[in-house]
């Protein structure tokens, strides 16, 4: 049914759309044309912790775009971070567009997971009005994927005068794994945090519902109260696909109004689903805008290792930022300075972890920017995690 | 879950049809030529209404009310008009702009970056 399925999504409209392709030949053809861009960061983290210390990092973003005639356009964005003397690269995306119509766009590659704003929208550094993204969204600890290998169709539909829009961006992917990043990142405890091997080894237990020795068992009962967070998978590695995708109003001066879904398999085998609903809207008008988002996970996480059957991981999560351009005071000084502040949580049941930002931004020009923030995370049973930090953010 | 996965397959599948067949002029198989005309002539009457409301859209507007609402201004001489076409392009996939929202924030920054 699936693959049935799937060659529905990509051969039939490739089919409907060769009409007008072979149409357009006739016409002249508009120059391929190159553009490299992107954006990179610097920030320096001060923890107010005694067994912490201070650190910079950096990161750069290119990104590459290539338009081939009106209606194709190749683009991809590589990540380079250094961080503990380490450098992550990552293909953020790499997708080929193909602007089938005026209300169609056909996406095929890795793309952002149309979800929400923050992903796709707001992620990148200079963009970003804090230097951290907020809790549901953590690199590593996302409760979305940022990432989605598949197909997809999406596109904006005008509506009235032409200033509103209803929009959408509908897709297949190979779905969701296990984050390779555990809970030592956030500095919990090591004896809790998973390596990849070790995620996909105790998943693939769960699912099956094997039996194992008692040695076993007690580490096994701690690794079952883990928090599951999901990556995108590279591969179709349990044979079922992941559907989701996100519609939303666009209504005049920045207001959006917007709805999220997601489900797919994250194990070996396909028996455990991930579930994810969201809600977000926006709203810019000159100096001020405040946005936010809801969430809602449910993650399978199958049968215990004494045979139990676990209950779901259920997630709530919100943030809200509003932001303010000081422009008001008329002082050119003023004119450049931004606040914000961030509020953002998850609600997993068993306990609760708040995040409290708030910032102070400099626009040496619309894409160049110093960003002073401080921020508190607090978390059920934890202390609280105190932090300054300073980031240049440049867009190019 | 297996059904409400076919399901949503199904739904995208309709969406996917839908916005094409809105999308797309399909010819009428067997037409004759002077039907052809009418309908071309017809289809011409009513497309005009749509490009000149497109036209009119002030692509000022747009800009403001549609970039500013993620990141901050970029100004229109930071681009080459060449390569405000690439960029658009691809803001246009990004933000789910309407073609026409598109064609309006182009014209405007190839205006004003000289």
Known sequence: MQKATLCCFVLLPLMAMVGPVFAQEAKSEPQNRFLLTGYGFANYVDPDAPDQEGSFSLGFSPIFLYRVGDKFLFEAELEFELE???????VEYAQIDWLANDYLTVVMGKFLTPFGTFIEDLHPAWINKLPTAPLPYQHGQSLVPFGQLGAQFRGG???GDGYRRFTYSLFLSNGMRMSEHGHEEEGLPEEDAHDEEESHEEIALLSEGEEHDEEHTEEGEEHDNDLIFLDSSSFNSNGSLAVGGR???????????????LSGSYDEDGDLDATMFGINFTY??????????????????GIAEDGDLLADQEIEAWYIQPSLRLSIIPAYFFNKLEVVGRFSTLDFGEGD?????LGLNYYFSGSSILRLAWERIAETGHEDEDAVVLMFALGF | MKYSKTLSFTILLLVGFVILALGTPIPMAGASEDNNDEAQQEEATKTEPAETEASALDGGKVYAWNCGACHSERYPKERTDSEWEVI?????VRANLTADQAKAVLRYLQENNE
Do not use: C, N
């Not at chain 1, 519609?247 to 879904?261: C, K, L």
């Not at chain 1, 946005?291 to 993650?299: A, M, P, Q, V």
């Open chain 1, 353 to 357: 972890k708040d995040q409290t930002s």
């Open chain 2, 88 to 92: 658009i392009t691809h803001m246009r």
């Open chain 1, 247 to 261: 519609v939303s109003f666009v209504a005049t001066r920045g207001i959006e109004i917007g709805a999220s879904y």
């Open chain 1, 84 to 90: 503990d003397d380490e450098v992550e690269t990552e």
């Open chain 1, 157 to 159: 539909i005008p509506v």
């Open chain 1, 284 to 301: 810019h008008h000159d100096l001020f805008d405040i946005r936010g988002e809801w969430l809602d996970t449910t993650t399978e996480r």
